[in-house]
C-alpha cells in the first residue's frame, strides 16, 4: 500500500485566498485524521471522520477552516480566507481500528501564508 | 493539566542506550503510543502498549509503563545516528460516545552524536 497521500506536499499563498488541503487514506481505513503542527501548540486534531461522516471537529480553529469527505478516498480541508497565522504542517492520518488506535499519518503540507 | 509532557531535547553518542520520558494524565487510556518523525515527514507509530501492561519489548526498543505515576518511557538500545529524530508520546483519550481521540506530548528531540 503506497500509505496516506497528502497534496500538496508544500503550498505558498497570500493572505485573503483560499487554501485546499488534499488527503486519501489508506485503503480500507475508516477514520480519517486532520492535525495541524505548530511550534507553539505542537500537534493539535482538528477534526476526525468515521466511515466519511464528520465525528468531532471540536479542534476546528474557527468558521475559515472547514474539511469534507465525500467517499472513503479522499478528503480536502479547507481554509477561507486565509491568514498568516495559518501557517502550519497539516497532517492527515487514517485508522482501520477503533478511532484513536494505530494512526499511520501522510508526509504532511507545509502551509505558509504571507 | 491536560497536558502530556516531555522534556524537549536528549543528546547521545551512538552505541549508548537512549531513554526518552514521558508523564501523562488519563488514567484511564488502554493505549500509549510512541510516534517518531524524521524531518520534513509525517510522524511514525514506532510502538505502543496496553495499559495492563507494565513493558513491552520491540527489537531494540523497550517501552515501560508506570500507571501508578502515569509515566511511560521509551529504551532505545544501541542507539544508532538513524534514530536521530522527534519522538512523540500519546496517550488515547475518551471523550464520550463515539470520541476517543490521541492527545500527543510535545516531542523530544534525540540527537545522536557519531
Known amino acids: 500500500d503506497a500509505g496516506v497521500i497528502q497534496s500538496p506536499r508544500h503550498e505558498v499563498t497570500e493572505m485573503g485566498q483560499e487554501v485546499t488541503l488534499r488527503c486519501k487514506p489508506i485503503?480500507?481505513?475508516?477514520?480519517l485524521f486532520w492535525y495541524r503542527q505548530t511550534m507553539m501548540r505542537g500537534l493539535e486534531l482538528l477534526i476526525y471522520f468515521n466511515n466519511n461522516v464528520p465525528i468531532d471537529d471540536s479542534g476546528m480553529p474557527e468558521d475559515r477552516f472547514s474539511a469534507k469527505m465525500p467517499n472513503a478516498s479522499f478528503s480536502t480541508l479547507k481554509i477561507q480566507p486565509s491568514e498568516p497565522r495559518d501557517s502550519a504542517v497539516y497532517f492527515c492520518?487514517?485508522?482501520?481500528?477503533?478511532?484513536?488506535?494505530?494512526?499511520?499519518f501522510g508526509p504532511g503540507t507545509r502551509l505558509t501564508v504571507t | 493539566g491536560e497536558d502530556v509532557e516531555q522534556s524537549l531535547f536528549l543528546s547521545v553518542r551512538e552505541g549508548d542506550s537512549s531513554v526518552i520520558n514521558c508523564t501523562y494524565t488519563?488514567?484511564?487510556?488502554?493505549?500509549l503510543y510512541w510516534y517518531k518523525q524524521e524531518p520534513g515527514a509525517g510522524l511514525q507509530l514506532l510502538t505502543y502498549?496496553?495499559?495492563?501492561?507494565d513493558m513491552k519489548q520491540d527489537q531494540r526498543l523497550t517501552v515501560l509503563l508506570n500507571k501508578k505515576d502515569k509515566h511511560l518511557s521509551l529504551r532505545i538500545a544501541d542507539t544508532q545516528t538513524g534514530d536521530s529524530a522527534i519522538y512523540f508520546c500519546?496517550?488515547?483519550?475518551?471523550?464520550?460516545?463515539?470520541?476517543?481521540?490521541?492527545?500527543f506530548g510535545t516531542g523530544t528531540l534525540l540527537a545522536v552524536q557519531p
Open positions: 500519546a496517550e488515547s483519550r475518551y471523550y464520550g460516545g463515539a470520541t476517543n481521540k490521541l492527545i
Open positions: 492520518a487514517s485508522s482501520l481500528q477503533g478511532g484513536a488506535h494505530e494512526q499511520y
Open positions: 502498549i496496553f495499559s495492563n501492561m
Open positions: 488519563d488514567s484511564s487510556s488502554t493505549y
Open positions: 485503503s480500507g481505513h475508516d477514520y
